[in-house]
Nanobody, 124 residues
């Protein structure tokens, strides 16, 4: 069982940066692939980024144009999402998720545990 708690969201202006954190409970965090997803108002939840259990593989949504970076610290049971050059269209609730199989991936059904989400609002 893994519990996930996101933090770091807030209200920022276009062009600003934010770093989201996702703290995980449990001693087996390092076995899990981790992902970030987001859901904008009136839209379906979509993939943002994922990282394998070791950090050796990382995946990103093509639409991000390299503005976001996912990383993890297994010693701190935490995964991060560094978001730069934020745009109003990045406004969404951001969720982290854990994949027991360790790889992470693009599909939501690959993930076994989800956090409650953190709101990111980017003003123009």
């Amino acid at each position: 069982q893994v519990q996930l708690v996101e933090s770091g969201g807030g209200l920022v202006q276009a062009g600003d940066s934010l770093r989201l954190s996702c703290a995980a409970s449990g001693r087996t965090f390092s076995r899990y692939g981790m992902g970030w997803f987001r859901q904008a108002p009136g839209k379906e939840r979509e993939f943002v980024a994922a990282i394998s259990w070791s950090g050796g593989k990382r995946y990103y949504a093509d639409s991000l144009n390299s503005r976001f970076t996912i990383s993890r610290d297994n010693g701190k049971n935490t995964v991060y999402l560094q978001m730069n050059s934020l745009k109003p269209e990045d406004t969404a609730v951001y969720y982290c998720a854990a994949d027991y199989n360790g790889s992470g991936g693009y599909r939501q059904d690959e993930y076994d545990y989800w956090g409650q989400g953190t709101q990111v609002t980017v003003s123009s």
